[in-house]
């Protein structure tokens, strides 16, 4: 019985909507919503109550040594500016490993290239082969040649390529040019990097060349060490 009660079609009842009179207020508020509403409030409001059990169980007389490097903006407890809180080796050590994991990320995405590069070659490259015939008359050379040019016909080239073959070629060539310029970028970073870590290491006053100062000017940046007098 329950399957034959179930079968026949009955009446789909929707939601009451807002009122035309009450359009206005915008959309009527259903139950869920009102228990979203609801749990909302009431997290607000646990939350308020632990803040002011908090506030009212304050010592007056706590310190923490927090306050001592924090200054009070507009009421609100901000800390204090934190530029120099590596030491000169600890910065060195840390670029050091800046610079390793992108030299990691360059000799890996240089083996991809050279893998993609490679696959992609070796799908483009058409066999060249020469084959040499030997007929005894002008029948059978007729013949030969014949049966070499359908031959011909039957091998696939560029045009008898399937449509979903074509559309992966490309994706691959995509991907192999979107790899050598994260390749060129990597390269670029990497080269800054070094250099920023050797005008760190290397002591004395250096300052950046002007291009009319330079000998032969070039795009990268030059630097000049003041020379010094060794003792």
Known sequence: MSSLRNAI???????RAQPQSRKSFGLLEKHKDYVLRAKNF???????KKLREKASFRNPDEFYFKMVHT???DGIHRPRDEANKYTAE??????TQDIGYVLQKLQSEKKKVERLSSALHALDEQPNN???????DRDEAKEIKARVADQDKILPGS?????NIKRKLESSYKELSERKERVRKLEKLY???MLKKELQQKPGRVRKLKEEEMTSPTDKPV???RTERKR
């Open 191 to 193: 080269s800054e990097m």
């Open 223 to 225: 630097y000049k060490w």
């Open 159 to 163: 045009e008898h390529i399937p449509d």
């Open 9 to 15: 079609p009955r009446r789909a009842h929707k939601e």
């Open 90 to 95: 600890e910065l060195l050590v840390m670029k």
């Open 71 to 73: 200054r009070n903006v």
């Open 130 to 136: 020469k084959h040499v015939y030997f007929a005894e």
């Open 42 to 48: 009431h997290r607000k409001e646990e939350t308020l």
